[in-house]
Every structure is written in structure tokens, then in C-alpha cells.
């Protein structure tokens, strides 16, 4: 079987892109320092004083089926939990190093309690993989920042091909002894460290041996501002199959040099950290989450949003809270998310966005708006529209109406008046039309 074929890629795809929304959940020792996941390498925490978070790690608190109640109520269908960061402590009992959470106070496997528990509650899962590795002497490029002269000095390198092995190793043990995998996230490239300098055809060898449909992000080759082989015609077989925007969602769907879409998921974090940071209340709001999914939906793409749990192992609370308020606006407008792609040549609207399902469109207002809201270029193929929140109908303008000569100016486009200019939305984050399209 041709795993790069564009059929297979599509088949891999297919859950994914129907799904839409997923969880992201950075979590480690970090969250025990609580300033983010690069905590150590920005402030230079030495090997010695990153040691006692190891001796001190003791999430008393981590219910993973509680984490997965949270996602499913959120309406998020996926998640990925870091397996390992870029401080190098596994979060899972790998064999090929003591830096890991089953020789902390902990004792527990997280990785496997976190799957158990997130596919008893339906939901696909992913593991995330860091390329980097701030705790192995044989990574290259740390001295001076996180290795000191002494510790560089009881630690002589023995080649970078030492740390492939390792990562290699530690790759094969998440993939054949934690069941089915849907996602693996490896992150990430930069410079000279990328592609077949990571191994990337014997990993994505054994990604196919034993994860056949499992899906790959794109960093084996790019980075979240970054891309590589999956933006060309021909992508290499560890081109991977999405691409990852970090923090931002883009202006357009990304293109390939032949026009033909690229599968992409933007990755967001809900404060300004990935890790847990304790003094960062800078949270988005659920509408401002909203409006992202619908906005990646609109142009083709998918939205994962992170969490940081805490050093105790739990969601912060205003997080939680965050997504159980997007959770309802889902129950209410989800069939304008799952199953549904870009709307061509339709993503934008003057007040919001378009995303489509079938014959279905639908209208994503953002704004309110006292003019009548204008449906470009579709007058002839509107079968009905409703309100997706009750049914309800939403009536075109009468172009014999007092106002009607005016917009007779555009033809093909229709027009409908929704709410009093004092009314807010019925769903003020995104309110949803749908508009039944005849077939064509
Ligand atoms: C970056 C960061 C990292 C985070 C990731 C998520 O590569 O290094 O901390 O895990 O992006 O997209």
C-alpha cells in the first residue's frame, strides 16, 4: 500500500476533518515552576536545579476521566496529552530512561491512564512528542544555557546518533504499547534539525508498520511558523499529513504550489502559555474560541485548543469553565463545525463566515447588524433558511417590499433582515443560518 498516495492521505484524513475540534494538553514538571513549558531554558534552570521538580512531582489530583468529561463537554472529538516535552521528562514508563514519571513521587504512567481514560469517553487521541530533549547529554546545542561546564564535564557526548536511538527507542514504545494511536505529534524542526536528520524515514517506517492510519503533524520537517514538503506537490512520506499553524488562524485556507488545499489544524493556546503558568490570566473568552473554530472551519481547517493542568493535576478552573461555555454554543450550533469544510470562494461574509455541508451553507454572524445581511451570488439556489439554533424560519426580503427596488440593483444576491436594531444576536459569539441549498 502506497501510504503517500493522495487517496490514502484523504482516507487517514477523514475522521479528522470531520471532527474539527480537539484538546491540547501541555503538562509536566514545568507546571510545578508554573511559567510555561520553556521555563527552563529561558530562565537557564541548570540540571541541578531542575532535579527537585523530579524528586517533588506528585499530581495528587490527576482524574484524566475527568480531563476527557471536560474535552467531551467542551465538544472537543480529539486530544493530545506531551508524552514527553522539550525538559525530556516522559510522562510515560519508557525503559530507555529514569527521567520519568513512573520515578517521581507519582508512580503512575500518565500517558496510560490519560488514554484509557480519554477513549473511554469516545474520544480520539494523540500523543505529542518533543524532538527537542533539554536532558539528554547527547543533544547537541544547550551547553552554556541549561548544562553547565560541570555537569557537561560528568556527562561527556557520545554522538548525536547516541540521542536518535533514544528518541527512536522511545518512538516504537508509544507506538506498540499503548494500543491505537490516531495522532502523533513530533515537535519540532529548525535549521539543520529536520528531516532525515531526525531519522525521519525509519520513524515514519515504523508509524506505517505499526499505526497504519495514524496521523502525523507536519514538524518532522516544519515548525508552527514553518512548513515543509506538505506545501509542494510531491510531499516527502514524512511530509506528514496536516499542517500546524501556532497561534493564529490563517487569513486563507494554505494552498500547495498547485492550488490544491493543504489539511492544516491550528494549534491555541487558551492563556499565553502552552504549560501551566500560574499568574497568567490572560485568558481568551469562549466567544473569541468560537469565533476561532469557526473561522479554521470556514477555511478548511481544524482547532486545537490547549489546556495547562496544574503541578496537582487538575484543569484550572477558569479554563474549564471557558470550555464548558463553548460546549453550549456547540450543543446548540455543532452542525455547523463537525462534518463541515469551506464553503468555496465563500469564506468570508461582511459580519462573519460561511462553512458548508452538503447541500447545507451555513452563515456565521459575528456581528449584529441594523442593515439587511446580504447572501452574495446565491439568490437562485436558496431553498429555505432557518435559524440553526430552533428552526426558525428566516424570511428573504421581498424584493416588492418598500426597500425591495433597491436591492434589485445586485441581482443574484438575497438579502434578509434579522433582529431590531436594540436585539442582540440569539447567540451574540456566532449566530447560525442555515440555508438549504437546492441541488444543483
Ligand atoms: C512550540 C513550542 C512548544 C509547544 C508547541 C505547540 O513548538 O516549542 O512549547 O509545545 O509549539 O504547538
Known amino acids: 500500500m ?50 527537585p521538580y523530579f524528586h517533588e512531582f506528585n499530581p495528587i489530583h490527576y482524574d484524566p476521566r475527568q480531563w476527557a468529561r471536560i474535552a467531551k463537554a467542551a465538544g472537543m472529538k480529539y486530544a493530545v496529552l506531551t508524552a514527553k516535552h522539550h525538559d525530556g521528562f516522559c510522562l510515560f514508563d519508557s525503559k530507555y530512561t529514569d527521567f520519568k514519571s513512573t520515578n517521581t513521587p507519582c508512580g503512575k504512567d500518565l500517558v496510560r491512564e490519560f488514554l484509557d481514560a480519554f477513549r473511554a469517553e469516545g474520544l480520539k487521541v494523540g500523543l505529542y512528542y518533543s524532538l527537542l530533549d533539554w536532558h539528554h547529554p547527547d543533544y547537541p546545542d544547550f551547553d552554556g544555557i541549561i548544562h553547565t561546564k560541570e555537569w557537561r564535564a560528568a556527562h561527556p557526548r557520545t554522538g548525536f546518533d547516541t540521542y536518535l536511538t533514544y528518541m527512536h527507542n522511545q518512538i516504537e514504545e508509544l507506538l506498540t504499547g499503548y ?23 525509519k520513524i515514519v517506517e515504523m508509524v506505517r508498520k505499526y499505526q497504519p492510519d495514524l496521523l502525523m503533524d507536519d514538524r518532522l520537517e516544519g515548525a508552527g511558523g514553518s512548513v515543509g514538503s506538505i506545501a509542494t506537490a510531491d510531499p516527502l512520506p514524512y511530509s506528514g499529513d496536516f499542517m500546524c ?7 486563507e485556507c494554505p494552498r500547495n504550489e498547485t492550488g490544491e488545499p493543504i489539511p492544516w489544524e491550528s494549534g491555541m493556546t487558551l492563556n499565553d502559555h502552552w504549560g501551566y503558568a500560574s499568574a497568567d490570566n490572560n485568558y481568551k473568552t469562549a466567544c473569541d474560541v468560537v469565533r476561532d ?50 464553503a468555496e470562494n465563500m469564506q ?31 439568490l437562485d439556489r436558496i431553498e429555505r433558511i432557518r435559524l440553526l439554533r430552533d428552526g426558525s424560519e428566516v424570511a428573504l426580503l421581498d424584493p416588492n417590499s418598500f426597500h425591495g ?25 456566532d449566530t447560525v443560518f442555515e440555508i438549504t441549498l437546492k441541488a444543483d
Open 348 to 378: 468570508y461574509h461582511d459580519f462573519g463566515r460561511y462553512t458548508k455541508k452538503g447541500n447545507k451553507l451555513y452563515l456565521h454572524l459575528y456581528e449584529k447588524t441594523n442593515r439587511p445581511v446580504r447572501l452574495a451570488g446565491i
Open 293 to 342: 473554530l469557526s473561522d479554521c472551519v470556514s477555511k478548511n481547517g481544524n482547532f486545537i485548543l490547549n489546556v495547562g493542568p496544574d503541578a496537582l493535576g487538575r484543569i484550572p478552573a477558569q479554563a474549564a469553565r471557558i470550555l464548558g461555555e463553548v460546549g453550549e454554543w456547540l450543543q446548540i450550533n455543532g452542525d455547523s463545525i463537525y462534518g463541515c469544510c469551506m
Open 179 to 201: 494500543g491505537k494511536l490516531d495522532i502523533m505529534w513530533f515537535d519540532y524542526s529548525y535549521g539543520e534539525m529536520r528531516g532525515e536528520k531526525w531519522g525521519a524515514s
Open 245 to 251: 499553524p501556532e497561534c493564529l488562524v490563517p487569513f
Open 405 to 429: 427596488p433597491i436591492y434589485k440593483q445586485f441581482p443574484g444576491d438575497a438579502f434578509f433582515f434579522f433582529g431590531g436594531r436594540s436585539e442582540e444576536l440569539p447567540d451574540p459569539w
Open 2 to 51: 502506497d501510504f503517500n498516495s493522495k487517496e490514502a492521505r484523504a482516507k487517514r484524513l477523514e475522521w479528522f476533518q470531520y471532527d474539527r475540534f480537539g484538546m491540547f494538553i501541555h503538562w509536566g514538571l514545568y507546571a510545578i515552576p508554573a511559567r510555561g513549558e520553556w521555563v527552563r531554558y529561558y530562565e537557564g534552570i541548570d540540571d541541578e536545579h531542575y532535579e
